[in-house]
T-cell receptor, first 113, second 111 residues
């Protein structure tokens, strides 16, 4: 089944404790992206990647890192999480091209205490 | 930069009512336009899309037409059901391939 898989689904952590949210897709997509969803703010892009070893900042990249060493994986790293990073996070992927739809993962609900 | 503005929610309707959710965009060039739906506890899934002016996207009774002259892509459905209760996001995707979303509109349909 074609899908984008994020883990974990839920995560509670404390300020400053490094964490990684994994994202994997099995559709051989070139494009991958991370979004955060917050009430009243909708979905905002954190980082995106057009292909392996190519990553770029989205609208809200501060406090986050990503890597794209393999085509299928696009982990989101929070080196020193803070409470304002408490949010619902979505990974998405697509083939290249503006006409292509994004496929979304099921989301990761992160709480930073 | 490119942006999307959609009507504020929440929207509450009775079953079989007519639905319109307004969406307008600003863009350089000619983006593709999308409507995504998010059911409770789930990720977003594509509802419909249109890739050029005057195209009409349709799916599950929902429709939206790409209007270049008014830079709009309003979502409509003639008769909503309880199962349509969800959050709806309008989005555009341009040459940079970034998909920019509106803030979302929560729809509740009562029996």
């Amino acid at each position: 089944e074609a899908q984008v898989t994020q883990n974990p689904r839920y995560l509670i952590t404390v300020t400053g404790k490094k964490l990684t949210v994994t994202c994997s897709q099995n559709m051989n997509h070139e494009y991958m992206s991370w979004y955060r969803q917050d009430p009243g703010l909708g979905l905002r892009q954190i980082y995106y990647s057009m292909n392996v070893e190519v990553t770029d900042k989205g609208d809200v990249p501060e406090g986050y890192k990503v890597s794209r060493k393999e085509k299928r994986n696009f982990p989101l790293i929070l080196e020193s999480p803070s409470p304002n990073q408490t949010s619902l996070y979505f990974c998405a992927s697509s083939p290249q091209g503006k006409n292509e739809k994004l496929f979304f993962g099921s989301g990761t609900q992160l709480s930073v205490l | 930069g490119n942006s999307v503005t959609q009507m504020e929610g929440p929207v509450t309707l009775s079953e079989e009512a007519f639905l319109t959710i307004n969406c307008t965009y600003t863009a350089t060039g000619y983006p593709s336009l999308f409507w995504y739906v998010q059911y409770p506890g789930e990720g977003l899934q594509l509802l419909l899309k249109a890739t050029k002016a005057d195209d009409k996207g349709s799916n599950k009774g929902f429709e939206a037409t790409y209007r270049k002259e008014t830079t709009s892509f309003h979502l409509e459905k003639g008769s909503v059901q309880v199962s349509d209760s969800a959050v709806y996001f309008c989005g555009q995707r341009g040459g940079s391939e970034k998909l920019v979303f509106g803030k979302g509109t929560k729809l509740t349909v009562n029996p």
